[in-house]
């Protein structure tokens, strides 16, 4: 029998991969956070997709107050920000950018959430999307959080549960290197920060799916605006 495994899927290309990592080996439960962010339609459509590519339950969380705290360009009426390919590279540029979409504790609040759903059904991992790339100016995506959290939970949870990031060492041309050793569907993943039906090619996050997929030397079947 297996052991069971909580993924948080936003059903973005980082959460998809890391999540791929694990499903030949653990029984595992995916979960979506809805915090009000403009992708969330999007982001709820290619979870559900992806979770029925590998036939394993998915559920909505909704966490709309966060949204409401938030001044967040994710789920605001504030600019998504559109870098140019210089600007990733850039830590000042990237740090601006990132402090715009930066949304209060979120993966705090999302860990935190998983570990209760992980106690709830004897889950002994949490599997998320963190990664090297990210971590350069998001906090929360970095090894030393990582470290951290399970720190947290050696002493506040009963159960032996550790959250699980494959990716914390990887660039996004890792990563996509990563998910097509892992045959993972990554063609249904959603990266884009507009929730528009395609991606819109122009945002950071799209700028950064797009140069993964170039660096890695691996076809990007994703359907680009720009």
């Not at 600019?79 to 000042?92: A, G, M, Q, R, Y």
């Not at 939970?153 to 892992?182: Q, W």
Request: glycine fraction near 6%; charged fraction near 25%.
């Amino acid at each position: 029998m297996k052991e069971k495994a909580i993924a948080v899927l936003s059903g973005g290309l980082d959460s998809t991969v890391a999540m791929s990592s694990y499903i030949n080996d653990y029984d595992i439960y995916a979960i979506t956070f809805d915090y009000g962010q403009k992708a969330i339609k999007q982001e709820i459509n290619a979870a559900k997709n992806i979770c029925k590519y590998y036939e394993i339950p998915h559920m909505v969380i909704n966490l709309k107050w966060l949204g409401e705290i938030s001044n967040s360009a994710l789920n605001s009426s504030n600019k998504i920000p559109t870098p140019s390919n210089e600007d990733l590279d850039n830590i000042k540029k990237s740090q601006e950018t990132a402090d715009a979409v930066w949304v209060p504790g979120r993966n705090i609040v999302f860990t935190a959430i998983a570990t209760s759903f992980a106690e709830s059904i004897g889950a002994s991992k949490i599997i998320v999307g963190w990664d090297y790339e990210e971590a350069n100016t998001f906090p929360d995506n970095s090894k030393e959080f990582l470290e951290s959290f399970n720190n947290l939970l050696n002493i506040g949870s009963p159960d032996d549960i550790e959250v699980v990031a494959p990716a914390i060492n990887l660039n996004k041309d890792d990563i996509v290197k990563l998910g097509a050793k892992n045959n993972c569907p990554m063609e249904l993943s959603y990266s884009c920060y507009t929730g528009n039906d395609k991606h819109c090619g122009i945002c950071e996050s799209c700028m950064r799916r797009k140069r993964g997929f170039k660096k890695a030397g691996i076809k990007d079947l994703t359907e680009y605006e720009q």
